[in-house]
């Protein structure tokens, strides 16, 4: 396992603890992190939490975990009750921007929305700074008091 973070040396383990030729989900523990951090002598993170986020939302599986997928599928770690985790293998999402989506130019704060027509150009919309500038713009609210003077 040389190579290896200690993040991915702890799910590793925990993964192939759990996993037999086939199986397509499993649920694991928060405590067997902490053992088996003791069994391969890792230092445990402060945040025990983090190992899973990580693989959750930052990183990839280790390759060793990923190879176990068939075709077209991926490991997925979802929650499954309080200090509870479940591997699940599903089908791989291929998220991509949508290009028919308006793009924001930022510098100018300015939505620009493609047309729907035939011209296949884009205009302008214009979009307010804040909302203190449409609230001002609406006038006062009438369910709100006057302010009073001290």
Same mark, same amino acid.
């Given at each position: 396992?040389?190579? @290896?973070?200690? #993040? ?7 993964? /192939? *603890? *759990? ?6 989900? /499993? =649920? /694991? ?10 069994? +391969?002598?890792?230092?445990?993170? @402060?945040? +025990? $939490?983090?190992?899973? #986020?990580?693989?959750? #939302? ?12 068939? =075709? $077209?599928? =991926? ?6 009750? @309080?200090?509870?985790?479940? /591997? ?12 028919? #989506?308006? @793009? ?18 884009? *205009? ?8 203190? $500038? ?13 302010? =009073?003077?001290?």
């Amino acid at each position: 396992m040389v190579g @290896k973070n200690r #993040y991915e040396r702890l799910i590793e383990a925990i993964f /192939f *603890h *759990h996993y037999e030729p086939g199986c397509t989900w /499993f =649920t /694991f523990e928060r405590e067997e992190l902490e053992r088996f951090a003791a069994e +391969l002598n890792i230092r445990l993170p @402060k945040n +025990l $939490g983090d190992v899973v #986020y990580t693989f959750r #939302y930052r990183s990839e599986l280790p390759v060793r975990v990923s190879e176990t997928c068939a =075709t $077209g599928m =991926t490991w997925y770690i979802l929650p499954a009750g @309080k200090g509870r985790y479940r /591997f699940e293998m599903q089908p791989e999402i291929d998220l991509q921007p949508n290009p028919n #989506y308006g @793009k924001i130019n930022r510098q100018k704060r300015l939505l620009v929305i493609p047309r729907a027509g035939p011209a296949g150009r884009s *205009h302008r919309a214009a979009r307010p700074r804040s909302s203190v $500038g449409r609230a001002a713009a609406a006038g006062p609210n009438p369910r709100t008091p006057a302010p =009073t003077r001290r």
